[in-house]
């Protein structure tokens, strides 16, 4: 039923998501609230996937429901209509932005990172392949569990990261879409990218860049020539849209939020924005032209920290280590 309800109503590029393992789920029968329990919150993952002139009963009920609900990573629509139903409850202020590629303006500029790296990516016989993950034969879904535990063994995030990230699965479901990196005259698999759709209608209006993950390569900026082949590919399908995800701190929108709630996330923003992880991931986004739609997150504490507690918490990523490798001289890839 969820798979129905987010082919039917979920725009939200961050939809299909709802569906990983793990999550827990206030369900009516029109729609749902997928959230994770966390440090003392139940923490949604996107707006209520529903239909729209739904939304005002979902919240409702799930407010009824949730002891200490924390709405995160939702647009700025669905912020003020939790805080306006929230009876003084609810703090809101925005954590960043999305990056949203529309793909039916194939003359918009291409940066300068993207133009060398498609350079080098023809010469170094690079490609982009779809595969189906139920079809993958025993021996390659080890060679991308390989490619897995190398990557996160040098990343910047050192574990499988849930929530915000769906994790690898071979599930086959016929929505989402994967597809290997390859190289050289021998066609050596070295990567994977994992797309995950979104809809208007019950079609899909676009997808979610969800995986991009590469064993170490001499061949510069794989990430922009994967994201260029990626665009390309889907706006010959007539796909409207590729988002690259979350920007975490970047760009935050504070006008209108709960002043206090404000300064603390202004705060993070600047003390934050000299991470090596976030500034490599603006870097690669920023290289894309796009919409930048702000995300927010919506409240009963009047601190910030307690809601970047219980995101990493649900996440189930480690604070200190990604400080620690962030702050290192290393220049891990970005998923």
């Known amino acids: 039923m969820r798979h129905d309800l987010v082919r039917a109503h979920g725009s939200d590029p961050i939809s299909y998501s709802t569906l990983q393992p793990g999550l827990a789920y206030f369900e009516t029968s029109f729609g749902y609230v997928a959230f994770q329990r966390a440090f003392g919150f139940e923490l949604t993952l996107g707006p209520p996937v529903c239909a729209a002139n739904d939304q005002a009963e979902m919240v409702q009920r799930f407010l009824r429901h949730s002891r200490r609900p924390l709405f995160f ?8 209509l939790v805080k306006g139903l ?19 303006n194939p003359t918009a500029e291409v940066h300068t990172r993207v133009r060398g790296a498609l350079k080098k990516a023809e010469r170094g016989g690079f490609d982009v392949v779809e595969v189906h993950p139920s079809r993958l034969t025993g021996e390659e879904r080890a060679r991308l569990e390989a490619i897995t535990r190398s990557y996160l063994q040098r990343s910047a995030v ?24 390859r190289q050289g005259a021998e066609a050596r698999v070295f990567g994977y990218v ?12 676009g997808y979610l860049l969800n995986l991009i993950r590469f064993e170490r390569t001499r061949l ?12 390309a590919r889907l706006r010959g399908e007539g796909v409207q849209q590729l988002s690259l995800g979350f920007c975490p701190l ?35 986004k920023e290289a894309f032209p796009g919409l930048t739609p702000q995300r927010y997150f919506v409240t009963p504490s009047p601190w910030a920290v307690t809601t970047l507690l219980a995101l990493l918490r649900a996440c189930r990523v480690p604070f200190r280590e990604i400080l620690r490798r962030s702050f290192s001289s290393q220049s891990p890839p970005v998923a």
Not at 73 to 78: C, I, K, L
Not at 86 to 104: E, P, Q
């Open 158 to 181: 050192p574990v499988e990261m849930h929530f915000l990230n769906r994790p690898l699965t071979f599930d086959d479901d016929g929505l989402t879409r994967m597809f290997v990196l």
């Open 220 to 231: 510069w900026g794989v990430y922009y020539s994967a994201v260029a082949m990626l665009s």
């Open 194 to 205: 994992v797309l995950d759709p979104y809809f208007n209608g019950g079609r899909i209006q």
């Open 250 to 284: 970047v760009d935050v929108d504070t006008e209108g939020c709960s002043p206090v709630l404000a300064r603390q996330v202004r705060w993070m923003e600047r003390q934050l924005s000299g991470i090596e992880y976030l500034t490599r991931l603006r870097e690669l």
């Open 73 to 80: 990573y939702v647009p700025r629509d669905v912020a003020e």
């Open 86 to 104: 929230g009876g003084g409850r609810f703090r809101v202020s925005g954590m960043g932005v999305d990056k949203v590629l529309t793909l039916d």
